[in-house]
Structures are given as C-alpha cells and as structure tokens.
C-alpha cells in the first residue's frame, strides 16, 4: 500500500474513532441505554484497531519511529493518556459529573494529538 493511501487510511480512521468517542459521550451523558448496544461496545473497538494497524504501518512506510522522533514519541504518551481519560469518560468514571469531565479532556488530549501530527512538533502551539 502506498504512502498515500495509508495517509488516507488513518486519517479516515481517526475521524470514525472521534466521532464515534462523541456520540459515545453524548449517549453517556444523556445516560441512553443506546451506549449498552452491541455496535457501540463493538464498532469502537474495531476502528481503534485499524486505526492503530494503520499508525504501525506507517511508522515504517516513513522509516519514523517512536522514542527516535519525539513528535511520535509524543503522540504515543497522549494516545496512552486518551485511551485512559477515554475509559474514565466513558465507564469508568465513578459518577456522571466525572465522565463528563473526562470526556472534555479526552477531547482536547485528542486535539493535541491532531496538532502534534500535523506540525510534527511536540509543543504544536508554541
């Protein structure tokens, strides 16, 4: 697969796993029984692993590598951290007021993430 498509790929990725974290969000804080349907404790799981299957695939199509570039060193500690404020926003919170927090800050740790893969820089807002 070319450079290209794999770009295209992930990015897609990327924009099927965010909107599906908000609608996720937005059924928790409207405490829908939708969020509890098998597409939505399923589909995330799936898209998050092609998305990651994609991220992989170019790490090598582009010889960059985490812990040598420090942009995707720094993508890798936030995913980290996303995935962990995701799973607080979206079930482990231990009440509706700590999801939803958890829930902003899962979006603005994923905005860093676009930031940093888009400027290849780290500190993307300096």
């Known amino acids: 697969m070319s450079y290209a498509a794999l770009k295209h790929a ?4 990327v924009v ?5 974290f908000i609608v996720r969000g937005i059924l928790m804080m409207a405490e ?7 597409f939505f404790r399923v589909m995330p799981h799936i898209v998050d692993t092609l998305l990651l299957a994609s991220a992989i695939a170019l790490t090598f199509t582009i010889n960059q590598y985490p812990f040598v570039q420090s942009w995707l060193t720094a993508k890798l500690i936030a995913l980290l951290v996303y995935i ?11 009440n509706k007021q700590v999801r ?11 905005l860093y ?3 940093v893969a888009r400027t290849h820089n780290p500190l993307p807002f300096i």
Do not use: N, P, Y
């Open 32 to 38: 829908s029984g939708m969020l509890q349907k098998k």
């Open 10 to 13: 992930h990015m897609l990725f």
């Open 84 to 94: 962990g404020i995701g799973t607080v926003a979206i079930k482990r919170g231990k």
């Open 100 to 110: 939803t927090i958890a829930f902003f800050a899962a979006i603005v740790v994923f």
């Open 113 to 115: 993430i676009a930031a």
């Open 16 to 20: 099927i796993s965010l909107f599906l």
